[in-house]
């Protein structure tokens, strides 16, 4: 266990299938060392589709950035501005603080 993580956290940002090595060289500009894109389904507010009568559930990607706390602000900032975050439709970002972790080195 790494009980050194005051300075650690989660970084989350959900997007579009197939933008997440975006969100990754977007985050290393910015000090990142790197991530990991896991897939899911969202139904956001702004991606609901119909066909044939059936609600379709776009796919995702999440990617999960393990940061220093210092790097937080420049990680997010570099990620809000590529993927353009700000505009509808295009992901979430949110930020954890971690309270234990294991494995890291």
Do not use: C
């Amino acid at each position: 266990m790494n009980n050194d993580v005051d300075d650690l956290v989660l970084i989350v940002t959900i997007v579009k299938k197939g933008w997440g090595d975006t969100v990754i060289k977007a985050s290393r500009k910015a000090g990142s060392k790197g991530g990991t894109i896991i897939f899911g389904r969202g139904t956001g507010v702004h991606e609901k589709k119909h066909f044939l009568g059936n609600l379709i559930e776009p796919e995702k990607e999440i990617v999960l950035i393990i940061s220093k706390s210092d790097l937080t602000d420049g990680i997010v900032s570099s990620i809000s501005t590529d993927m353009k975050i700000d505009e509808p439709g295009n992901g979430i970002i949110f930020v954890q603080d971690i309270d234990s972790t294991y494995g890291l080195y």
